[in-house]
């Protein structure tokens, strides 16, 4: 039986091989090669919807959820850490716009193939970061290590809910928005 070819990446106008190859229906399944990407890329699917979240973690390794106001001091205190000390170890800042104007939130670092922070902590990450997967800093084996104090968009999340019953990004920054100007007034 012959191999499936190899997909080609198209990256800024080059074509490169790809180490995963196309499956078809009578071919073996897909080598995946050395990819560690696409090694993990498809999860199984739910085993019953209807349970809602039964804590696989598909989300803490795809991508973290964004602290609502009030919440990193919280989870400071779990670790019993000061809240700048957490920040400076464990969080980068996020931004994303609402209402036209950018809003900044404490989001967990995501962790590279090496199990390193992707980016610096502490600092702001640009909108690319964002839309990058990467096992969040607190997922530790198999499981939430701030599990009591995790995030609001992580509390809130259920992986079969439709995207509009889960908090979003925008919902968590205008929180921060409105907390802000709360706290102004």
Not at 120 to 138: I, K, M
Request: charged share 25%; glycine share 6%.
């Amino acid at each position: 039986m012959s191999q499936p070819p190899i997909e080609k990446l198209r990256i800024f106008g080059h074509e490169a091989p790809a180490t995963r190859r196309i499956a078809d229906d009578d071919a073996p399944a897909a080598d995946v090669g050395d990819n560690p990407y696409w090694a993990a890329e498809e999860d199984p699917p739910h085993p019953n919807p209807e349970l809602g979240c039964i804590r696989r973690g598909i989300c803490c390794r795809s991508s973290p959820g964004w602290f609502a106001p009030g919440e990193v001091e919280k989870a400071a205190e779990l670790l019993q850490m000061p809240p700048d000390a957490f920040v400076k170890k464990f969080l980068v800042v996020d931004a994303i716009a609402v209402d036209g104007a950018p809003v900044h939130v404490f989001a967990p670092v995501k962790l590279d193939r090496f199990g390193k922070p992707a980016l610096p902590t502490g600092r702001p990450v640009d909108a690319l970061y964002r839309v990058l997967r990467g096992v969040c800093v607190f997922f530790k084996n198999e499981g939430c290590s701030i599990y009591a104090a995790r995030p609001l968009e992580c509390a809130k999340y259920v992986c079969t809910n439709a995207p509009a019953d889960n908090a979003s990004h925008e919902d968590i920054a205008r929180m921060w928005r409105d907390g802000a100007a709360v706290a102004a007034e």
